[in-house]
C-alpha cells in the first residue's frame, strides 16, 4: 500500500456527508449547530458535523413511522438486493472507508480495512438472511387445532452505536433490521460519526427507499434519544455501549415495554493452560488483547495463566510488545495506534498505577506517551493481586495483565469472577477440558485455541451484565422480529 496522502484525506474528508439523514434528504440540525470530529493521533479537527437537536431526533423518528408500513411490504428479495448492493458498494469503496475510519478513531490503517471487511460482511450475511425468514406449521399435541407461526417486522427501530468500531457496530444493527423489513434512526457516536456517515450515504446509492433509513449525530445523546425512547410509536433500541449506559437505557425503556438488545461491556478472561500451544496462546493473546488498540469489547482483559508456564508466556508477550511501533494509524509499519481520548489514557494510566501500588510488576511499558495524540505505551504487567481494580475494570487500552494460577477449578473461579460475561478464551491441547470450559465459563462466547471470535454467521453476544440478545448468525435477525401464533381447528373435523 502507498503511503497516505495529505491529498488522500482531504478527498475522503471532502467526500463524507456532513448532515442529518432524515427521509431520504441530508440536511443541517434544526439550529443550525455543529460539532467538531477530531483526529485522535493529532488532536486536529477532521470536519464538524450537524449537531441534532430533540427536535430533529423527533422528526427522524416520524420518517420511520412513515416509512415502516411501505418497508415492510417490499419484498424479501427487494429488501435482500438493496442490502447486496450496498455491500458492493462497501467493498468497492474499502480503501477511502479505512482511511475515514483510522482518521476519526485512531485504529492502525490494516485493522480498519478490516473492519472493512468484518462490517461489510454483516450487510452481505444479512443480505442472505432477509429471504430465510421463515415461521412453522404443526399440529396440537391434543389432535384438536393447528398452529401457525409466523414472524413480521418489530417496527421503527432505535439503534445506538459506540466509537469503537464505527461501521461494525453500525452494520451489526442496521443490516439484520432492514433486512426483517424494520426502518431505523442511527444515533453514532459523537467521536466517530463520519464512517456511519458514510455508509449512509451508501445505502441511499444502493437505492434504499426514503425514509427507512436515518441519522442523527449529535452531542446530546440522552437528549435527543430520550423522547424517541418515551414515544410509543418507536418498537425496538438496539444499543451498543457501556454496561451502566445500557441499563439506564433498559430503565426508559421500561416505561412502554420496549423491545431491547444491549451489547455491552466485558471484562474477557484469557486462560492459559500448562499443556496448551504456547505459539498459539501467544498469537492469539497479542490479537485478543491488541487488536483495536485494547479497545474492544471483546479485549481480553485478565490473563490467567498455569504456574508451570507464566515465565515463558511472559517472556514472550513481553518480547513481542517491545517490538511494537506506536504512532498514528495511517504511518505505515503502526501496530499501536492513539487511544480515543486523554480520558482513556487517564483511565489506562490510573489502572496500571493501582495494579502497581498493589505489588504487580510492570515488564514492558506503564507509561503515558508524549502527545500530540492521546498515546499510552504498549504493557505488561504480570502477578497482578487480587483486589487489583485492573482486574474488575473493563481497560480498554494495551495493557495486558497476567495471573498465575495453579488448577482448573481455580482458572475457572477466577475466569466467572466478575459482573460480565461477553466473551472467554481458552489454551488448551485437551478436548475434553475445552468441553468443559464451555460448559463452566459464565460467558456468551468462548475462543477455544483462537484469539478472536467475531464473525457475521455467528450470534454475538453476552450473558450476565455484558446484555440481553444476539448479532449476526440466522439469531440476529430474529431480533427485529415479532412472533405471531394463528390457532386454527383440526382441518378433518376431529
Ligand atoms: P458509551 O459511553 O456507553 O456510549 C455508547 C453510545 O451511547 C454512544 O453513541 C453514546 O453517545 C451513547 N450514549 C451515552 N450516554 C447515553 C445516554 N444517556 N442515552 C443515550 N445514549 C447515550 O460507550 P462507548 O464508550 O462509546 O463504548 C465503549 C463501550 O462499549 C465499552 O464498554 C465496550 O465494551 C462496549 N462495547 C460493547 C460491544 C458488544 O458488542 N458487547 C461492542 C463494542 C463496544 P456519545 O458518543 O454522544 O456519548
Known sequence: MSPV??????RVLDAVPTGLFIGGSWGPAGDGGTFD??????????VSVADATPEDGLRALDAAVAAQAAWAATAPRERSEVLRRAFDLLRERADDLALLMTLEMGKPLAESRGEVAYGGEFVRWFSEEAVRVTGRYGTNP????RTTVLHRPVGPCLLITPWNFPLAMATRKIAPALAAGCTVVVKPAEQTPLTTLAFTAILAEAGLPDGVVQIVPTTRAADVTGPLIDDPRLRKLSFTGSTPVGSQLLRQAATHVLRTSMELGGNAPFLVFEDA??????????QAKFRNVGQACTAANRFFVHERVVDAFVDRVAEAVRGYRVGAGTDDGVDIGPLIDDRAVDKAAALVDDAVRRGAEVVVGGERLDGPGTFYAPTVVRDVAPGSEILRTEIFGPVLTVVPFADEDEAVRLANDTEYGLVAYAFTRDRARGQRLAERLETGMLGLDVGVVSNASAPFGGVKESGLGREGGSEGIHEYLETTYVMTPD???A
Open 5 to 10: 496522502t495529505a491529498a488522500d484525506r482531504r
Open 37 to 46: 470530529v477530531h483526529d485522535p493521533a493529532t488532536g486536529e479537527v477532521l
Open 142 to 145: 391434543e389432535g384438536t387445532g
Open 277 to 286: 500451544d504456547l505459539d498459539a496462546a501467544v498469537t492469539g493473546a497479542l
Open 491 to 493: 382441518p378433518f373435523g
